[in-house]
Structures are given as C-alpha cells and as structure tokens.
C-alpha cells in the first residue's frame, strides 16, 4: 500500500502522526496524558492484562485514555502461545470495541523474542475472525513475507529486543525487509531508545515508529515525547527529499571554477 507523503494509512484508517505511544510504565496517569498529547501520535497500544477496564483498579486508567479522544491498539503482551493470545485478544476486541490488535507472542522470557511460528499462525487465526493483525515480529524477512501471505496488512519489526533501548541492531535487516515488501506500511516496534535511533528508522524508509519505554521512563516524558515527535517528522521529511550519496572521496562544497583570480603586483 502506498504511503502519502503526510499521511499513515493503516488498515483503511489515515492519521496524520507517523508515532504510536504506549500507555505503560508512566510515572503518573496525568503525565501519561501530557506525555502521549505532547507526543502528537493519534494512537495508544494498551495491554489487557495490565490495565481491564472491566475491573475496578482499571476503571480511573480507561477513563484517562478515553478521554485522549485517540485510536487504541490493544496488545497481547505476555501471551506465551497461540491459545492464549487468540483468546485475549477475542477479550480486548469485546472490551475495547476495535478489531485493531497488536499481536505478541513470547518466544523467550530471557529477551522477549517473539515465537516466529506462533506469530504466524494466530496471525492467520485472527484474521479470519476478522481482526486487524499488527504483528510485532523479529527482522527476519521470511516472517515478514509469511505474514504477509497470510493476510496482515501492516508489519512492526522490532529494531532490538523490547525494553532494551539499543536502537537498530541490524539495519540491514530492516532495510531489506523495506525493499522486499514495498506494498505495506512497516514500523519498527521495539527497541527504539532515542530520537536518533528513530531518525534513522524513518531514513531507513519505514512508515512509522511505536515506542514506549524510550518515552514512558525517560527523565522528563513529556519532553522526550516532544522530541521523538520532531525525529519522526525529521526522519520522514528526510527520505522524501532524498539523501545525498555516500562518497569515497572529498567534494568540495565551494567549487573554484569561474571564481575570481587575484593577482598580487
């Protein structure tokens, strides 16, 4: 699906932001508020298992989203098999009232890798029930390309494991992944610790970044939010005007040919 150059289509929707925000680990519900609203994205991931809105000490947590007026994702964060993530997400559909779901299968507790095979299948599940799969995969190409034959319309390759701030580990993958699947919106999702780490996603010709961490445990969140906000626009208004070619050798910035010649008596 081809991108406008100032717009994320995703799944039929259009939003004018290109970063997805988590809603968890803020220091404080109103700093969450402030943080998302600074950050300017028009969409919040949102786990079930941490914050039901069915449940009491969930209630004051789902009224502060509502109130953002934004596009939730909910999420399957912490679903070890198919099963599990099949049936949560069946939950936050009846919950939340969206068919949009961010897909996580753990794989290994260790770095939160996602089960390849798993991702795959209850991606297939799911949309044949009718969901709108994000799947938060590895960089591996042949995931992607099967997710995609299944029927996902949007890929989130993770940039390093979840948490961990590390930026883009192999932006090899990831630019090859960009290259061998030019029809769908990618985001990288994961990893992503600071603004640059963003910038060169967006170089890198990804439609999106989702990030959560990087801004929720940052020592100000609402300036970081502010700030990976400007990356995003930065990094994407980049790759539009199209980077100037590596070279091996020096070019002057100032050429010599037709500048005047001074000639000392």
């Not at 968890?24 to 700093?31: D, F, G, Q, T, V």
């Not at 990831?174 to 963003?198: F, Y």
């Amino acid at each position: 699906m081809k991108q406008n150059q100032d717009n994320l289509t995703l799944y039929g929707q259009t939003f004018h932001s290109r970063l997805l925000i988590g809603s968890a680990l803020y220091p404080s519900p109103a700093i969450m508020r402030e943080a998302i609203t600074a950050s300017g994205s028009e969409i919040i991931t949102v786990s079930l298992r941490r914050q039901s809105p069915s449940e009491a000490g969930g209630e004051g947590f789902w009224q502060q989203l509502k109130s953002l007026n934004k596009t939730l994702l909910p999420n399957t964060a912490g679903c070890h098999s198919v099963k599990e993530a099949v049936t949560l997400a069946q939950m936050s559909r009846e919950l939340f009232e969206t068919d949009w779901l961010k897909l996580e299968v753990v794989g290994d507790d260790y770095n939160l890798q996602p089960d390849p095979l798993g991702t795959v299948e209850a991606a297939e599940q799911l949309i044949k029930l009718g969901f709108k799969v994000f799947p938060y995969c590895t960089d591996d190409l042949v995931i992607c390309q099967r997710l995609r034959d299944v029927g996902c319309q949007v890929l989130m390759p993770w940039g390093s494991p979840i948490g961990t701030g590390r930026g883009l580990m192999n932006p090899y993958n990831l630019q090859t992944i960009r290259e061998r699947i030019p029809e769908l919106p990618l985001i990288v999702d994961a990893g992503i610790g600071k603004p640059s780490h963003a910038v060169q996603a967006m170089e890198l010709g990804y439609d999106g970044i989702l990030l959560n961490t990087a801004v929720a445990q940052a020592g100000d969140p609402v300036l970081m939010a502010r700030a990976f906000r400007d990356a995003v626009t930065a990094g994407r208004q980049a790759t539009l005007a199209g980077a100037m070619p590596e070279r091996q050798t020096a070019s002057p910035s100032t050429p010599t040919l037709g500048m005047p010649f001074w000639h000392q008596q």
